[in-house]
């Protein structure tokens, strides 16, 4: 049956005009979902209205499907990945990480465990040892009974949690939560506390702190970038004058490339930006797609993994990143501390 996502004409032509000579041969995606079906709750019409992602991810992303689609994707390359498994609220957190750890090599596929802000530390630690994770995915909705525009970074994990990342030496991955996303000051303070006081664990903030639109980036990549030792992934962004202050303040050896799959893989479409917003324009069929544009235009939108690929190329060839920087971003960082830790 011919799908939406089987790979198009205009998907190659985009591919050999903006990616095929900048992709590296090893890619490592440090940002990734798998989930199955019967893990996660059933997408209602609250959960597709209050997560426009939710309404992508859904039903389930194996991992094979994963290997499906970076061999479709990127043809040339040979693609590792640090997975972790659904965070939407109302998922069966031990069954989602259990799946994460039995598809993992550990050799070319990583594993983060979602983590239950109300873990014990000796739970916690058991849960990270027996599964062999390279550490914890918090987020928001996994706070118990929390809107997401109350929930502040110490809320999502706990100060005993963080002791036992710190002692194991294991990573974080951490989607700052609110409407003022990274810019707001105490998120990056409880950040810079962390990076201080567990010296042993890795702070990663996901999707540069979700400054997608330049406001933000404008007014938190500067602080950020005095913030020791603390990493970023970029999965997710597709604004090129993004991953150029990135790149120029942050710098390409903190940040490492991710995808955010399932949800990149599977919307066509691009992003558009007006001031502190953005707007998805996609092909797909969700409930939140309101604004569809007519079949012959719709036809000519390529994947948005590849648009933000694309912007990530602009951003980089702004910022004057070199070959080796980039292989640093796409592969190198994350390798050398996933691999030294197994
Ligand atoms: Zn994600």
Request: hydrophobic content about 40%; charged content about 25%; some cysteine.
């Amino acid at each position: 049956m011919p799908s939406e996502l089987d790979y198009r004409e205009v998907d190659r032509r985009f591919f050999e005009r903006y990616l095929r000579d900048f992709l590296p041969a090893r890619m490592l995606d440090v940002h990734m979902h798998v989930h199955r079906q019967e893990d996660v709750p059933p997408l209602t019409q609250e959960l597709a209205a209050a997560n426009w992602a939710t309404a992508v991810s859904h039903p389930e992303y194996l991992a094979h499907d994963a290997e499906e689609d970076y061999a479709k994707l990127f043809p040339g390359s040979e693609v590792s990945r640090l997975q972790f498994g659904s965070v939407v609220r109302g998922t069966n957190i031990e069954a989602t990480n259990g799946y994460s750890a039995e598809t993992a090599d550990r050799r070319h596929v990583w594993a983060l465990a979602v983590l239950d802000p109300t873990w014990p530390a000796d739970r916690l630690h058991e849960t990270l040892v027996a599964g062999k994770f390279n550490g914890v995915k918090p987020y928001w909705s996994l706070v118990p009974d929390a809107q997401e525009g109350e929930v502040r970074l110490d809320d999502m994990i706990a100060p005993h949690q963080l002791e036992v990342l710190d002692a194991l030496g294991l990573i974080a991955i951490i989607h700052v939560p609110g409407p003022e996303r990274i810019r707001a000051a105490h998120t990056r303070q409880a950040l810079r506390r962390w990076c201080r006081q567990y010296r042993n664990a890795t702070f990663v903030v996901a999707h540069v702190g979700r400054a997608y639109c330049m406001p933000f980036a404008e007014a938190s990549f500067a602080d950020l970038a005095s913030i020791d030792g603390l990493l970023f992934d970029c999965s997710a962004v597709l604004n090129p004058h993004v991953f150029e202050l990135a790149f120029n303040t942050i710098g390409p050896q903190r940040i490492m490339w991710g995808t955010d799959f399932p949800v990149l893989a599977r919307m066509r479409g691009y992003r558009v930006w007006e001031g502190e917003k953005y707007r998805n324009v996609v092909s797909g069929d969700y409930p939140w797609n309101t604004d569809r544009q007519p079949p012959d235009v719709e036809a000519e939108y390529t994947y948005f993994v590849y648009e933000a690929l694309k912007a990530m190329r602009e951003g980089a060839e702004c910022a004057g990143l070199s070959t080796t920087d980039l292989e640093d971003v796409f592969f190198n960082a994350a390798h050398r501390s996933l691999a030294s830790d197994s």
